[in-house]
Each structure stands twice: as C-alpha cells, then as structure tokens.
C-alpha cells in the first residue's frame, strides 16, 4: 500500500509570513497534485505535477516535485488569511485510477 | 456548470438501515470514485469506475456497493448502516487522458451520522 506523510499537520502563521509543507512517501507516483479544502466543502485542486523536479507557479504558491517523483513541497509567499484552509497531497499510479490522499496540513493565517 | 452533485448534504441513519448516496456530474467525466474522509486519516478511496459498466474496488470497500449504468451518476450504496460508517463522503470525477490524470472535480460532500 502506497502512504503519503504530510508535515506539518498544523500550522498558523501570520498574515506576510512564508511557509512550506511537505508531501513524503516511500513509493514513487507518476503523478502527485495539491488540493486545498475549506470546511464543509470539497477539496479543490491547486496543481498536478508529472515530472521529476518540477516546478509550478501559481500566483504565490509555487508547487515542486521531487527528482524522484517520491516527494512534493508547497511553498506559500506572503500568506494572506485567504489562504487558510486544509492542504491536502495526493500520490497518483499509472493511469490515475488509484490516487492516495495524505492526511493533509491545516493552515490558519491571522490577520 | 453544476459540476459534481452530491445529495443529501445531511443524513442520519440508525444502524442496519440502509441508504444510498447519489452523484452526478455533467462535465462527461469517464472516471468517477467515491472517497470517505475521516479525521486524521485523510481521504480512503471506496469504490471507483472508468466508465459505463465498469466498476472497481478501492482501498475500503467492505459496506459499501456501486453501479455505474450511465456516464453521468455514479450512487453508493450502504447495504446495513454500521457506526463505523459515520465519516463525510466525497464523490469526485476526471477525464481519464491516457496516462496521467489530471485532478478531480469534488463534490461538496455527504455528512453520514450512523446511531
């Protein structure tokens, strides 16, 4: 069974602040994306990455994968309370029919 | 764009009634899955299908039976409700582009409370 470790579990930080969380497993994907939830909602997809060292840009958020499509980080700049939500990875087989969920990092950001 | 649909948003079952969860999606998604979230545990896929007729089982199937008849529903059914089974429920959809899948589309959940 493929098991994805997200760190930290929580984290609250101050609005302007920067901060990353990490997506960690043992097992190689062939795809890994980031979904951000909000309570009583669904989650939301942020980005898919594919290839070993990517690197994507949204707006403040910038999404890697690692060399050896084992790993991911999420870097935010700048937080604003906007980006407060659960942040959730999640490790794709061949084909995408098999998707394994971490359990995710809650990040709060004060104002 | 409606998306994915999930009714009900709030249910209350007694244990060993049964129910079922619908979802529809309008987007002509081939894949479709059910996932059930937990505190601490993350997203568990339940079931899952590629298509029309084609249907498969995930990591916590034990419960739980689907049906895909049409490209555009996809329900879940809880053949004798057990405490454990009290979780939020998520449906979600994607194309299936060969591959690589893309990211799912959610839908806003069911909330299951089984007394």
């Known amino acids: 069974t493929q098991l994805l470790e997200q760190s930290p579990q929580f984290l609250s930080i101050q609005e302007g602040e920067n901060l990353t969380v990490y997506c960690n497993s043992s097992?190689?994907?062939?795809?890994l994306q980031w979904y951000r939830q909000e309570p009583g909602e669904g989650p939301v997809l942020l980005v898919t990455v594919v290839t070993g060292g990517e690197v994507k840009k949204l707006k403040r958020l910038t999404f890697q994968f690692g060399d050896a499509r084992k790993d991911s980080s999420l870097h935010i700049t700048a937080a604003q309370p906007g980006d407060t939500g659960l942040y959730l990875c999640?490790?794709?087989?061949?084909?995408?029919?098999?998707?394994?969920f971490g359990p995710g990092t809650r990040l709060s950001v004060l104002p | 764009n409606a998306g994915v649909t999930q009714t009900p948003k709030f249910q209350v079952l007694k244990t060993g009634q049964s129910m079922t969860l619908q979802c529809a999606q309008d987007?002509?998604?081939?894949?479709m899955s059910w996932y059930r979230q937990d505190p601490g545990m993350g997203l568990r896929l339940i079931h899952y299908?590629?298509?029309?007729?084609?249907?498969d089982q995930g990591e916590v199937p034990n419960g739980y039976n689907v049906s895909r008849s049409t490209t555009e529903d996809f329900p879940l059914r809880l053949l004798s409700a057990a405490p454990s089974q009290t979780s939020v429920y998520f449906c979600?959809?994607?194309?299936?582009?060969?591959?690589?899948?893309?990211?799912?589309?959610f839908g806003s959940g069911t909330r299951l409370t089984v007394v």
């Open positions: 999640a490790g794709g087989d061949n084909y995408g029919q098999n998707f394994v």
């Open positions: 987007m002509n998604h081939e894949y």
């Open positions: 097992s190689v994907f062939s795809s």
């Open positions: 299908s590629v298509g029309a007729g084609i249907t």
């Open positions: 979600a959809s994607s194309y299936l582009t060969g591959a690589y899948n893309y990211g799912y589309t």
